[in-house]
């Protein structure tokens, strides 16, 4: 994927091109200049017809230096007030309806992100754990095109808890990617990502896993439950299972089974062979058609056995 420089000021990204933005500028920029002619045209007949105006009026339009001096005066003036009016206009008109206002993240960086990101390379990243979210901060400064597919075997801490109890693919994951992919506050992702203390029902549960199991029950479906959980944290791109299938991780150690994605890592030995069990899940048939349409295909950074492969066994 061929990097794309992203702009370091307003100014520049304003001006990058595929914005749409300077043919109409140049086309308000043309009709001011034919207002300007046609005033213009009406107070040279005023002033060729011996009209007397009032003595303030040759000191306002400074009528004591040379025409050229005037016009260039008038010219920059003119323009730095055009550009004052117009930032102020946007961020006045505009700002209400850009997430997290327009003093966060400007009117012209998200004019910039709609439309350069949005006709970016189509990325799919595999994986899941701490690796994925860190590869998915990265990719989303380039391109809006994007699909995780995050693995659904994890089992421990939180997430486990909340899947043995409540039988639903585990959260935790899809939080990390949803928290990467954000485009809000930062005080919206500190906020998924906090982790309740102590030592009650709650403690050890993050905030972010709860809000997922919740919108679970409202939707009536994990993934759709992902889905609107993205448009509540300004999400870029999407977030999919790779199946919709309740399964576990097992592996053979030598002569020992290890059954679950967070036993398998724990001990010695040689891991020969990992597994599924149901064996050989249905795909999900959104993940399938992000692979089939994607530009570019990324596996990992993760664990090899428990982010990476159960991805590639459904």
């Keep these: 994927m061929k990097a794309r420089l992203?702009?370091?000021?307003?100014?520049?990204?304003?001006?990058?091109?595929?914005?749409?933005?300077?043919?109409?500028?140049?086309?308000?920029?043309?009709?001011?200049?034919?207002?300007?002619?046609?005033?213009?045209?009406?107070?040279?007949?005023?002033?060729?017809?011996?009209?007397?105006?009032?003595?303030?009026?040759?000191?306002?339009?400074?009528?004591?230096?040379?025409?050229?001096?005037?016009?260039?005066?008038?010219?920059?003036?003119?323009?730095?007030?055009?550009?004052?009016?117009?930032?102020?206009?946007?961020?006045?008109?505009?700002?209400?309806?850009?997430?997290?206002?327009?003093?966060?993240?400007?009117?012209?960086?998200?004019?910039?992100?709609?439309?350069?990101?949005?006709?970016?390379?189509?990325?799919?990243?595999?994986?899941?754990?701490?690796?994925?979210?860190?590869?998915?901060r990265g990719i989303k400064k380039y391109t809006g095109n994007i699909v995780a597919i995050v693995t659904v075997a994890d089992d421990g801490g939180s997430s486990g808890r909340l899947r043995d109890e409540f039988r639903v693919l585990p959260p935790g994951d899809f939080r990390q990617c949803l928290t990467a992919l954000a485009e809000t506050e930062p005080l919206m992702t500190d906020l998924f990502q906090h982790r309740f203390s102590g030592d009650g029902e709650l403690g050890g549960h993050s905030f972010g896993n709860l809000f997922i199991m919740a919108m679970a029950e409202i939707t009536g479906d994990f993934e759709h439950a992902i889905r609107e959980s993205g448009r509540v944290l300004a999400v870029r791109g999407a977030i999919v299972p790779s199946t919709l299938t309740d399964v576990v991780l097992c592996a053979n150690v030598g002569e020992e089974l290890r059954v679950g994605e967070s036993k398998v890592p724990v001990g010695d030995g040689h891991i020969d062979r990992v597994f599924l069990e149901p064996a050989a899940p249905p795909i999900n048939p959104e993940a399938e058609n992000a692979v089939l349409n994607a530009e570019m295909v990324i596996i990992g950074p993760g664990s090899l056995y428990t982010s990476i492969l159960p991805n590639l066994l459904v």
């Design 6 to 136: 992203r702009p370091s000021n307003n100014l520049t990204r304003l001006l990058t091109p595929g914005l749409h933005v300077k043919r109409w500028l140049l086309l308000l920029m043309v009709g001011i200049v034919m207002v300007a002619l046609a005033i213009g045209y009406v107070l040279r007949d005023i002033y060729s017809s011996n009209f007397r105006f009032p003595n303030f009026v040759s000191d306002l339009t400074l009528q004591f230096l040379p025409r050229s001096v005037r016009g260039l005066l008038f010219l920059a003036v003119g323009v730095a007030i055009i550009g004052i009016s117009f930032y102020f206009l946007g961020k006045s008109v505009l700002g209400p309806f850009l997430p997290g206002g327009a003093g966060e993240r400007g009117f012209v960086q998200q004019l910039y992100d709609y439309r350069l990101l949005s006709r970016g390379p189509r990325v799919v990243a595999m994986g899941g754990g701490t690796g994925l979210s860190a590869l998915l």
